[in-house]
């Protein structure tokens, strides 16, 4: 007989609909782009045997604490992973093997960058086990590469995608849109460049100037000119979701779009609130333990984050038990950006209540969700403003 208690006990597995996965952070960079918030690095010399060494323990570490598992994907992000050796990559997979079964259809993505330097190594990262490239384009404009701080032209780009073709059946690309001077036109033609060189998925962000970048202290002092407004990014927005779609790559999430069954199937387990084990500086998890669901954040210090793992045998600064309420929140918040929507008996019974049957009905009169089926989906009215939707139903 369990002790936990019973509301707890209900929702133990609620994990399981989202599936299982594994993030590994490698927060090292050859250059830090403007715009970019995440935690990365720049430095010169890396030890990637100690690093391997590191990225290996944690794994084994969280292997141990929830064994048995099914592991569906595995998600090497950054900082700038084709930096990693190939070695590297292949040691930190070997780990998670050693850890969990592999799933019949594991996937295992990896970021790139189209450098002649990172190239090179695309047929290593693939005999080491990853099967799908996840590379940041950015920009089909040599000017807007500059602007934007990146290391690569046009013409690289194009090069390192036809290698990575040939290298992995599954490749996927970003672009960044709503950039300083670009049109409508400008972006439209580039978007249907994008779609005649795509092979099953693309990510398409629009510009967001974040706070501590380069882009952000810029954009404070007045210096950041050129930048579309509201009603242009909107516009663009749109435009996006029909040329995409009627190229055969709808969206299945506010920023990505993908052909028949090519989403990225890591990035789903987060969408719908799966767990997921994280290892790396900064790197955050969720993990289901008996009693609890766990979020999980590591020192972002590249160098802590080491000692601490040589040290004391965990990267972790941090493992805080999420409460049901801050489960039915974080499950809302997510699943809402897929089209598939949200179910509403899996809120229901996180949150031990139902949304505001008002709320959902006047969010149906002014179009912007649809509730069919058991779902809410916000409809192509509602995802342009799904933060106001949030909000509504997150009140």
């Known amino acids: 007989m369990s002790d936990m208690p019973a509301e707890i006990n209900a929702c133990a597995d609620d994990w399981r609909a989202g599936g299982f996965a594994l993030y590994v952070h490698w927060p090292f960079c050859a250059s830090k782009c403007p715009y970019c918030d995440f935690n990365s690095h720049v430095t010169a010399q890396v030890d990637q045997a100690r690093w391997a060494r590191a990225l290996s323990g944690e794994i084994a570490r969280l292997g ?35 850890a969990w079964p592999f799933a019949n259809d594991m996937e295992i993505s990896l970021e ?13 990262y693939g005999d080491a086990g990853v099967n799908r490239l996840s590379m940041g384009v950015q920009a089909l404009n040599d000017d807007d590469l500059r602007r934007l701080g990146r290391m690569h032209s046009v013409a690289e ?31 439209r033609a580039e978007l249907k460049q994008a779609l005649s060189m795509a092979v099953d998925h693309l990510s398409l962000y629009q510009l967001t100037i974040e706070p501590g970048t380069a882009f952000g202290a810029r954009h404070a002092r007045g210096g950041l000119r050129g930048l579309p407004d509201d009603d242009l990014a909107a516009d663009m927005y749109l435009e996006t979701q029909d040329i995409c779609a009627d190229a055969g790559m709808p969206a299945y999430e ?6 028949p069954d090519a989403e990225s199937r890591h990035n789903l387990v987060y969408w719908r609130q799966g767990d997921w084990a994280a290892v790396g500086p900064g790197a955050h998890g969720r993990l289901t333990l008996p009693g609890t669901r766990l979020a999980t954040e590591a020192h972002r210090a590249p160098g802590e984050w080491l000692a601490a793992v040589e040290g004391q045998g965990s990267g972790d600064v941090l493992r805080d038990g999420l409460t049901l309420d801050d489960r039915a929140l974080e499950y809302l918040l997510m ?12 809120y229901e019974s996180l949150a031990r209540a139902r949304l505001p049957a008002a709320k959902l009905e006047d969010l149906q009169q002014m179009g912007l969700i649809r509730v069919d089926a058991g779902r809410v989906c916000a409809t192509d009215q509602g995802r342009p403003v799904l933060n106001a939707i949030l909000r509504e139903l997150a009140a």
């Not at 780009?157 to 001077?181: E, G, K, P, T």
Request: contains cysteine; aromatic residues 8%.
């Open 64 to 98: 141990a604490e929830v064994p048995g598992r099914v592991l569906n994907s595995i998600f090497f992000g950054g900082g700038t992973p084709s930096l990693m050796a190939p070695e590297t990559v292949s040691a930190v997979i070997e780990a998670a093997r050693a």
């Open 254 to 259: 506010v920023s990505n779009h993908a052909g």
């Open 157 to 187: 780009a194009r090069a390192a995608f036809d290698i990575a073709r040939n290298c992995f059946d599954r490749v996927s690309f970003d672009l960044i849109y709503a950039r300083q001077d670009q049109s409508r036109e400008d972006w």
């Open 335 to 346: 699943s809402l950006r897929l089209t598939e929507g949200m179910a509403l008996a899996r």
């Open 112 to 124: 790139a960058n189209p450098t002649s330097v990172e190239m090179g190594r695309f047929r290593a």
